[in-house]
């Protein structure tokens, strides 16, 4: 679904009726900081438009996974973990972890990250 849901948490961070650090932002994206941070730098890329998870953002028109995914490269260069090592992140449906249903993109870095993930 495309613009503002009513009830959803990343929508209301896009309308700035919540509030968030905001790290990026791009005509169609918007990056900030992870309120509960797993590494040292972990922000989050999301389309300003809402789809629910990667599935929905893979079927939306052209060009928005691609800007998701060059913001998510411009935020690891801007915070620099970009040449250290850094992991972009998609969890996908509850049983991958996701809780909030406005897809979003983990960017994560500024120290060792093990693989696989838990
Ligand atoms: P998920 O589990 O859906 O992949 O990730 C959701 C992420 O959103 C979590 O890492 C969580 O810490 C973060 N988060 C949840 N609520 C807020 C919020 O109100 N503000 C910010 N900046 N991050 C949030
Ligand atoms: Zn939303």
Same mark, same amino acid.
């Given at each position: 679904?495309?613009?503002?849901?009513?009830?959803? !948490? /990343?929508?209301?961070?896009?309308?700035?009726?919540?509030?968030?650090?905001?790290?990026?932002?791009?005509?169609? +994206?918007?990056? /900030?900081?992870?309120?509960?941070?797993?590494?040292?730098?972990?922000? !989050?890329?999301?389309?300003?438009?809402?789809?629910?998870?990667?599935?929905?953002?893979?079927?939306?028109?052209?060009?928005?996974?691609?800007?998701? !995914?060059?913001?998510?490269?411009?935020?690891?260069?801007?915070?620099?973990?970009?040449?250290?090592?850094?992991?972009?992140?998609?969890? +996908?449906?509850?049983?991958?972890?996701?809780?909030?249903?406005?897809?979003?993109?983990?960017?994560?870095?500024?120290?060792?990250? +093990?693989?696989?993930?838990?």
């Amino acid at each position: 679904r495309v613009g503002q849901v009513s009830d959803c !948490l /990343f929508c209301k961070i896009v309308a700035k009726e919540i509030p968030a650090e905001i790290v990026y932002e791009t005509g169609r +994206t918007l990056a /900030f900081r992870d309120i509960n941070p797993q590494a040292p730098t972990h922000a !989050l890329v999301i389309p300003k438009e809402h789809h629910a998870d990667a599935a929905a953002l893979a079927a939306a028109d052209d060009g928005l996974a691609d800007e998701v !995914l060059k913001t998510a490269h411009a935020v690891a260069v801007q915070e620099g973990v970009a040449d250290g090592g850094y992991r972009v992140v998609f969890n +996908t449906g509850a049983g991958a972890g996701q809780t909030v249903f406005h897809v979003h993109a983990h960017i994560l870095g500024g120290r060792a990250l +093990t693989w696989p993930p838990g």
